[in-house]
Nanobody, 124 residues
Framework: QVQLVESGGGLVQAGGSLRLSCAASGRTFSRYCMGWFRQAPGKEREFVATITWRGDRIYYADSVKGRFTISRDNAKNTVYLQMNSLKPEDTAVYYC?????????????????WGQGTQVTVSS
């Protein structure tokens, strides 16, 4: 079992920045691919970013490419999502997830463990 706890969400004006953190506990965190997903009201959960356990492969959704950066610190069992140039359409609940696989996935169904989510609201 892996327990994931997100933090760092909040209210920010358009153009601002936030850094989300996801602290993991339980089984060996460093072996998992980690992903960030988000879900806006009335919409399906969507992929945001993912990173392999070594950090050597990273993928982003086109909608956040160039604005968001995913990173991880295996010594701290934490994955981060730095979000810059935020837009109102980034407003959503953001979830981190862990996937017990070598290859990163953009599919939420591939992830085995999920956090409870953290709200990000971007005002115009």
């Amino acid at each position: 079992q892996v327990q994931l706890v997100e933090s760092g969400g909040g209210l920010v004006q358009a153009g601002g920045s936030l850094r989300l953190s996801c602290a993991a506990s339980g089984r060996t965190f460093s072996r998992y691919c980690m992903g960030w997903f988000r879900q806006a009201p009335g919409k399906e959960r969507e992929f945001v970013a993912t990173i392999t356990w070594r950090g050597d492969r990273i993928y982003y959704a086109d909608s956040v490419k160039g604005r968001f950066t995913i990173s991880r610190d295996n010594a701290k069992n934490t994955v981060y999502l730095q979000m810059n140039s935020l837009k109102p359409e980034d407003t959503a609940v953001y979830y981190c997830a862990a996937d017990d696989d070598i290859a990163p996935s953009l599919d939420s169904g591939a992830y085995d463990y999920w956090g409870q989510g953290t709200q990000v609201t971007v005002s115009s």
